[in-house]
């Protein structure tokens, strides 16, 4: 029967020993060898074990010690015994030391032992056996070299008795599965065997069962092969094919760094820093060497200690290497240079920084590499590998294995920075082509918000606030298809496109008629283009026009999402209009739709990104935006603020959101003032005095002088060359007083400089002097000439 507690399995003779020098545990094989119970020696000084005139064991110098004791006997005589005492790990505070001695029948000769001989006799490697008891029946010269004893001192003893080691104990357990099962056992482990003067192997222990002529197991051989050239190979292939899979997992340059540090760190170095050159000091990136002494940015470093207390640099901090430093050396030569403690390289480096030299004492480090980064024929910095920990310098297979990690980790940072530059690149012109500051009107008071991707290249988004004629203003939120700078160009052109149609008064289904066609164009032209991929360009927009003297606002959309409505008095609703194709189709009609709005309400409009989510379906994210725009706010910002924080990620959005609020305001009807005018020229004079009384009721007489002028010629040509019915029209509010004259002749004025000799052909040029602007914008029913006078200008004037 094998036994569970090696201490009481009566063969041989073992005793714990506590850091204080008292005895712990005693065996039964113990007590047979010296006489002496548990219960007499436990508890007190190992030392009183000593036979009188026995000298006791020099203090060892290491986690192991043998030798030939001089023990005293409970019936006083002297025992001479071979004790092989190792440090046992601690499971509490202090360690313990476990002493063992073996049976006395384990001195025989093994030759005489069938089952012994068998196994040395067909192992061509380093062999020992084990019996039923997991006692050592036979060991080979091999293997007592590896182990550091003489084999006649090991037999009888357990793996446990041996050695201490977390490996002992495995291999114990594997002797027993094997006894119990039947069936090989591999096993393998990385360490320094007892009797080697080298470093650590990797060893592979192949155990197999010994069976009797019946087939029953009456031991175990255990084989070691040192397999360290298959175990680094296998090593080196891990560490590869984890570079590929956790380096280059963003497109962020500090991120990309630190994963490389991570992935090598302990696998291939203890302590691994990545500097990059800093390409705004640099000038830019460069193919060739640097020029030294080289400037270097920390941008990750890591370490087998917690919180890297070998690291000099910090992340983000500037460094400067002279040309005798590992870094600077190996960016200069193009190739990685390897530097231990040793060598002049190291040791120059060590006394160029003080700092360092004091870092390198501390921890022991040894052995340096420094790897450029390299990729597209472009150094982007370097990587410095440390061992301090392992005992073993870097070999060339080490060389090999970071130049490899370091050039898919190269090409990574590159691409990030590359991503990087075109992305802010794109976000330079993006912010460029959006309004910096949404104008002030008497229509509406906005306010918005606009997020770029965070995940994926910047979009075409895009939102603008038009003031019209009339006191009106036209809202607009677009959005192009695709990422990058060819995306936020085509949003630019079509931003522009937007404000010149807008300019001429265009309804919004007709201006999105007009927009298509635009569209349809740059899809072709970018079709013709070599290399153009799809040439395809599309688009999605909302444009609405609100007048705040009707109070009334009309939209159209093309493959836009819906807007939000919130009453003064009650919950934001979805506005239901036509649904419109998206830009760039061609060929299909747009329809308009008209609502009315009671001042104070507010509109809502959005680009798909704000309710794009993963986590949840589009009719919840169209239930949260009408929550938060429901819920009672101070101001538009502070709406604006609440949706982006109720509906998107706190890493940010993965698609581009722009979001624009508008509160319409209305215009009283006391600041308005309508005539029907007759046409006949004779009654210009009285139409005149109508306006001026008008003016003084509005308290703004200071504008009489340039308003008579400016009505007098606006009626006279609507009179003379226009169609009935004819209307005058006075609107203004603090700032501007606009002045509209309306007929049903849809032919449009021109503005010309009169020759000296003509008649007439002054007055347009006139009213575009005396005004702030002046144009003309078609109705259903015929024409508007409109023109707008800055009251503060009018007023300081006069």
């Not at 982007?380 to 440390?386: Q, S, W």
């Not at 060819?486 to 008064?505: E, F, K, N, Y």
């Not at 994210?621 to 990620?649: K, N, Y």
Request: charged share 25%.
């Amino acid at each position: 029967m094998i036994p569970d507690e090696p201490l009481d399995d009566g063969v041989a003779a073992r005793a714990v020993i506590a850091a204080d020098g008292t005895l712990t545990e005693w065996s039964e094989g113990a007590r047979r060898l010296l006489g002496h119970t548990s219960a007499e020696v436990v508890g007190r000084p190992a030392a009183e074990l000593l036979a009188d005139d026995a000298d006791a064991p020099p203090a060892p110098h290491d986690a192991r010690w043998s030798g030939m004791l001089a023990l005293r006997h409970r019936d006083g005589r002297t025992v001479s015994v071979w004790v092989l005492a190792h440090r046992r790990p601690p499971e509490g505070e202090t360690a313990e030391w476990f002493a063992v001695s073996p049976p006395e029948a384990a001195g025989a000769e093994p030759s005489d032992d069938p089952l012994v001989r068998s196994a040395l006799t067909q192992s061509p490697c380093a062999t020992m056996i084990f019996d039923e008891g997991l006692r050592l029946r036979g060991v080979n010269d091999a293997m007592a070299d590896l182990l550091g004893m003489p084999a006649d001192r090991l037999r009888g003893l357990r793996p446990t008795d041996i050695g201490s080691r977390p490996q002992n104990t495995e291999l114990e357990e594997n002797l027993l599965r094997v006894l119990s099962t039947g069936r090989r056992q591999d096993m393998e482990t990385y360490m320094k065997a007892s009797g080697e003067t080298r470093g650590a192997h990797a060893w592979l222990a192949r155990i197999a069962p010994l069976t009797d002529a019946s087939g029953q197991v009456r031991g175990v051989c255990v084989t070691a092969h040192d397999f360290s050239d298959q175990y680094r190979s296998r090593e080196r292939l891990q560490l590869v094919n984890e570079a590929s899979v956790r380096i280059g997992t963003t497109l962020d340059v500090t991120r990309t760094a630190q994963e490389l540090a991570d992935v090598c760190v302990p696998a291939l170095a203890d302590f691994v820093s990545v500097d990059l050159l800093d390409t705004r000091e640099h000038g830019g990136e460069s193919a060739g060497p640097p020029v030294p002494p080289v400037s270097l940015r920390r941008a990750a470093h890591q370490s087998v200690n917690s919180g890297s207390p070998e690291a000099v640099a910090k992340p983000g901090q500037v460094e400067i290497y002279p040309a005798s430093s590992p870094q600077a050396a190996s960016l200069i030569a193009g190739h990685a240079v390897v530097a231990s403690g040793s060598e002049d390289d190291l040791e120059r480096w060590l006394a160029w920084d003080p700092v360092r030299f004091r870092r390198v004492r501390e921890y022991g480090i040894h052995s340096t590499m420094s790897v450029p980064l390299q990729a597209r024929g472009t150094i982007l910095g370097v990587a410095v590998f440390t061992r301090f920990r392992r005992a073993e310098n870097f070999t060339d297979d080490d060389v090999l294995l970071a130049e490899e990690v370091t050039a898919r980790a190269a090409v990574c940072i590159d691409n990030a920075r590359r991503y990087s530059r075109e992305r802010e690149t794109t976000l330079t012109l993006q912010r460029s082509l959006l309004p910096r500051h949404l104008p002030h009107t008497a229509a509406v008071e906005a306010a918005s918000r606009y997020l770029p991707a965070t995940r994926s290249g910047v979009g075409g988004d895009w939102f603008d606030v038009i003031p019209l004629s009339g006191m009106r203003v036209a809202m607009v939120v677009g959005d192009v298809v695709g990422h990058g700078i060819q995306a936020s160009a085509t949003m630019g052109r079509l931003r522009t496109a937007v404000r010149t149609l807008a300019d001429i008064d265009l309804a919004p289904d007709e201006l999105l008629t007009h927009l298509d066609d635009l569209v349809v164009r740059l899809s072709q032209e970018s079709g013709g283009e070599e290399a153009a991929g799809t040439g395809e360009v599309g688009a999605t927009c909302l444009y609405a026009v609100y007048d705040p003297v009707s109070r009334r606002c009309t939209l159209a959309r093309a493959g836009h999402p819906q807007p939000f409505l919130v009453p003064p008095d009650g919950p934001a609703r979805q506005l239901d209009l036509p649904s419109g194709p998206p830009l760039g189709v061609g060929g299909l009609p747009f329809e308009s739709a008209e609502v009315e709005l009671r001042e104070g309400s507010v509109l809502s409009f959005h680009t798909d990104g704000l309710l794009a989510s993963r986590e949840r379906d589009i009719d919840t994210s169209q239930r949260m935006l009408g929550e938060s725009l429901s819920a009672p706010a101070g101001s538009l910002d502070e709406i604006c603020d609440r949706v982006l924080q109720t509906l998107l990620p706190s890493g940010g959005s993965a698609d581009d959101v722009a979001l624009l609020l508008a509160r319409t305001r209305g215009l009283p009807s006391s600041q308005v003032a309508t005539w029907d005018i007759p046409a006949d020229p004779a009654l210009v004079a009285p139409i005149r005095k109508q306006v001026v009384e008008q003016l003084e009721r509005w308290a703004l007489t200071e504008a009489t002088f340039t308003a008579e002028l400016v009505v007098s010629e606006l009626v006279t040509n609507a009179i003379r060359y226009g169609a009935k019915p004819i209307r005058l029209r006075l609107i203004h509010d603090a700032a501007t007083l606009i002045c509209e004259v309306s007929d049903t002749n849809h032919t449009a004025p021109h503005l010309r400089r009169a020759k000296t000799w003509d008649e007439g052909g002054r007055g347009l040029l006139l009213v575009a002097q005396l005004t702030e602007r002046w144009g003309s914008r078609h109705t259903p029913e015929g024409k508007t000439i409109w023109a707008e006078l800055t009251l503060l200008d009018a007023m300081n004037g006069q």
